[in-house]
């Protein structure tokens, strides 16, 4: 019932931009803070950013503070994170998630920062 299809990844060189999209549905988007995470090969999956549910409060991890912004439309049931100067780094599946979800998580979308 709960699904996330993220979208919007993809190759770009050091120091560009890309903005990520989460579709949610299967439950009441509205009411509940969304992360996003990421996970490079071989390592932990990271807690990248926070949004409260009525997106007035957001928090970042240290690493990407100041480059990375989180965002929600929760008419459109949507969660964004618009990545700028990126960096080689930022290397991962990028994954939308609530604890909503227990332990579900979607497809994620590949961001791949390369010269």
């Known amino acids: 019932q709960v699904q996330f299809v993220e979208s919007g990844g993809g190759l770009v060189q050091p120091g560009g931009s890309l903005k990520l999209s989460c579709s949610a549905s299967g439950f009441p988007f509205s009411a509940h803070k969304m992360h996003w995470y990421r996970q490079a090969p071989g390592k932990e999956r990271e807690l990248v950013a926070t949004i409260t549910s009525g997106g007035k409060y957001t928090t970042y991890t240290d690493s990407v503070t100041g480059r990375f912004t989180i965002s929600r439309d929760n008419a459109k049931n949507t969660l964004y994170l618009q990545m700028n100067a990126l960096k080689s780094e930022d290397t991962a599946v990028y994954y939308c998630?609530?604890?909503?979800?227990?332990?579900?998580w979607g497809q994620g979308t590949q961001v791949t920062v390369s010269p």
């Open positions: 998630y609530t604890t909503f979800a227990r332990n579900y």
